[in-house]
């Protein structure tokens, strides 16, 4: 099993959509999540962190569940610049494990006009 | 704001060649990695170091090597390139352990004939 698992889509939806993406992770002792956003070609860039009771920033909302192991990312109505793989990201927080962050493989958004 | 800066942007290599890649950064960060993109693929991480003076293997570590002599920098190297080494080479910064996300430089692009 992947320590960081997610569906790789894509996901196809028109604009204005609301388009909700789960990530689930194998590892309980982990501390520390994050969603990057990843444009074709280009480097990832950190889109938000992920905080224990959740956070939105403007059209995304991002929750965890420590109970179920999982975290989401939720867009609110969707801009053709959304389209883009989001990629759920893990840090254990300690030990060697701690020195590095594991990527999920990724989910691919694409918005249609 | 430079941030993660790499050089070079891209590089065509004949099979057996060497080269080095560098990953400067200039946010005084503690840790720093080199990691591989292969076309429809996630990031695999290949070498990391968590200060100046230490590295350590990743998940696909054999046919690089790495060196942190400087904090700022951060090398890669290919000693004789082979065409399976053909990719996207991303290095990334964080400031230590802990909730800290990782900063990209924006990419090597790779090819070995």
């Known amino acids: 099993r992947k320590e960081v698992e997610q569906d790789p889509g894509p996901f196809n939806v028109p604009e204005g959509a609301t388009v909700a993406f789960n990530c689930t992770y194998s590892?309980?002792?982990?501390?520390?999540f994050f969603w990057y956003r990843q444009d074709c070609r280009k480097e990832p860039k950190l889109l938000m962190s992920v905080y224990s009771s959740g956070n939105e920033d403007g059209r995304f909302t991002a929750q965890l569940n420590r109970a179920s192991q999982y975290i989401s990312l939720l867009i609110r109505d969707s801009k053709l610049s959304d389209s883009a793989t989001y990629l759920c990201?893990?840090?254990?927080?300690?030990?060697?494990?701690?020195?590095?962050?594991?990527f999920g493989g990724g989910t691919r958004l694409m918005v249609k006009p | 704001n430079a941030g993660v800066t790499q050089t070079p942007k891209f590089r065509v290599l004949k099979t057996g060649q060497s080269m080095t890649l560098l990953c400067a950064q200039d946010?005084?960060?503690?840790?720093m990695y080199w990691y591989r993109q292969d076309p429809g693929m996630g990031l695999r991480l290949i070498h990391y170091s968590v200060g100046e003076g230490t590295t350590a293997k990743g998940e696909v570590p054999d046919g690089y090597n790495v060196s942190r002599l400087k904090k700022q920098n951060f090398l890669l190297g290919l000693e004789s390139a082979a065409p399976s080494q053909t990719s996207v080479y991303f290095c990334?910064?964080?400031?230590?352990?802990?909730?800290?996300?990782?900063?990209f430089g924006d990419g090597t692009r790779l090819s070995i004939l």
């Open positions: 990334a910064s964080r400031q230590g352990m802990g909730g800290q996300p990782q900063h």
């Open positions: 590892n309980s002792a982990s501390q520390s």
């Open positions: 990201v893990v840090n254990i927080g300690s030990g060697n494990a701690g020195n590095m962050l594991t």
């Open positions: 946010m005084n960060h503690e840790y």
